[in-house]
């Protein structure tokens, strides 16, 4: 546990540091969704309650790509036989997890704030909604951290991370897209118990390989 804390406090200070990395999400963010709100302006009721849904998820994903893509890219070669010296590779994939929720966490939610200010908001059950922006949160933050360490044993990181979470995150985000078109139908909640229960299924199997494959990656 003491190690999980100290590397968190190491995430955390090397955010702060570079706080432009954060700074530069949120831009991206609004200038996504400003450009949405302008395209969809120009055509009056164009913007339907499943396109505004579908519309919302990709580009929530784009952002965790973009996001946690730099988990493993930006720790130096060098540094990671120090770590290795330091702490248990069950801690470092934990602090990394633990870390990338949160800040996925906050993009989704203030990604979200800014999609209803600018493109309003259809949502008629905002607690189910959000709990499927939590459930996103950590399958993207779970699957994007795990592809990012093994994408980060080879050369061309992006590309082979895409390639590598589009089988994962595509089933997951179709989920998704299911149990918010539910939350913005008003739906009874135990109508998306299935959805629910799926999610949250394919979130533990994840997190679950990723402390179980991370120390035989570490060590090659």
């Not at 999980?4 to 090397?14: M, R, S, W, Y």
């Not at 059950?125 to 950590?138: F, I, K, N």
């Not at 093994?150 to 998704?176: D, Q, R």
């Not at 799926?198 to 494959?213: G, M, P, R």
Request: charged share 10%; with cysteine.
């Amino acid at each position: 546990m003491k190690e999980i804390i100290a590397l968190l406090g190491k995430e955390f200070t090397l955010e702060w540091r570079n706080k432009y990395a954060f700074n530069g999400m949120i831009l991206y963010l609004v200038s996504t969704v400003f450009i949405c709100y302008l395209s969809f302006r120009i055509k009056s009721n164009s913007l339907t309650p499943p396109v505004w849904n579908t519309l919302f998820w990709i580009i929530i994903l784009f952002t965790a790509i973009n996001a946690i893509s730099k988990s493993f890219a930006q720790e130096h070669k060098n540094r990671q036989p120090y770590y290795y010296s330091l702490a248990n590779p069950e801690a470092i994939i934990l602090s990394k997890l633990i870390y990338n929720f949160i800040l996925m966490l906050i993009l989704t939610f203030v990604g979200f704030g800014i999609y209803i200010l600018f493109l309003e908001n259809p949502v008629q059950d905002l607690p189910l909604y959000a709990t499927s922006l939590a459930l996103g949160a950590l399958g993207f933050s779970g699957i994007l951290t795990l592809v990012a360490g093994i994408a980060s044993k080879a050369e061309n990181t992006g590309s082979l991370m895409a390639l590598l979470s589009f089988p994962i995150i595509i089933p997951m985000l179709l989920m998704l897209m299911r149990l918010s078109k539910n939350a913005m139908d008003g739906l009874a909640f135990f109508v998306s118990k299935d959805e629910i229960w799926t999610l949250v299924s394919i979130d533990t199997i994840v997190i679950a390989l990723s402390f179980v494959l991370f120390p035989y990656l570490w060590k090659s």
